[in-house]
């Protein structure tokens, strides 16, 4: 399975370079990340962003076209963090620890991002940029995945290229209904201990235990 090319997206060309610009965009993001989380996209506005950077509007417009242009860089740096949040958690001999320390890693950084990820779900519904960037940023997870699912399966009849996607997207939406769905309708969530168990074991059997008892 070939690695996916992700185009670069186009930043700003107004983005200053200096440290000083490199400091107020940063605070710009953050105070973006903050509305997004707390308002969701469509309750978000540059005005409260600005509001929260304690900056002018105009300064905004200095380094973002829209706040979707300012969301889609929030989007691909959490992306990349949920996916270098499992780097290093794999022992070798230790399949079944190590599935579930990268299994903890992940659902605790969804769980620290669960308000973002909803907002940014909220935003690739009605954006189809932002839809076709979360589409090309996950298929780097996938890839990884697939290679896993090739080492750990060996001459098992699944394919590893579908195997990967049913067992990532079912964590994804695991996640999803655990941190964001029951805390909206205020259903029973499990903790992160008890989450990380479920879709470690999950995995592993999938992977190691076809066919033998548990």
């Not at 989380?37 to 506005?45: E, I, K, L, P, V």
Request: aromatic share 10%.
């Amino acid at each position: 399975m070939a690695a996916p090319v992700i185009a670069q997206r186009k930043t700003s060309v107004r983005s200053a370079p200096s440290k000083k610009g490199q400091q107020t965009r940063a605070r710009i993001l953050d105070a973006g990340r903050q509305v997004l989380s707390d308002r969701g996209y469509f309750g978000a506005t540059v005005g409260e962003i600005a509001e929260r950077s304690g900056l002018a509007l105009g300064s905004i417009y200095r380094y973002f076209d829209n706040k979707d242009d300012l969301f889609l860089e929030l989007l691909e740096e959490l992306v990349e963090t949920l996916f270098t949040s499992v780097d290093g958690s794999w022992v070798k001999g230790r399949e079944q620890e190590s599935l579930r320390e990268s299994s903890r890693r992940y659902l605790s950084t969804y769980f620290s991002n669960r308000h973002l990820i909803a907002g940014l779900l909220e935003m690739s519904a009605a954006v189809p940029e932002c839809a076709e960037r979360w589409w090309l940023l996950r298929q780097k997870t996938f890839t990884r995945k697939a290679e896993y699912v090739r080492r750990a399966s060996g001459k098992d009849p699944l394919k590893p290229e579908y195997a990967a996607v049913a067992l990532a997207t079912m964590v994804e939406q695991l996640a999803f209904h655990w941190f964001v769905e029951s805390e909206r309708h205020g259903g029973q969530a499990p903790d992160l201990e008890e989450a990380a168990d479920t879709v470690s074991i999950i995995w592993y059997r999938a992977l190691y235990a076809s066919g033998q008892e548990s």
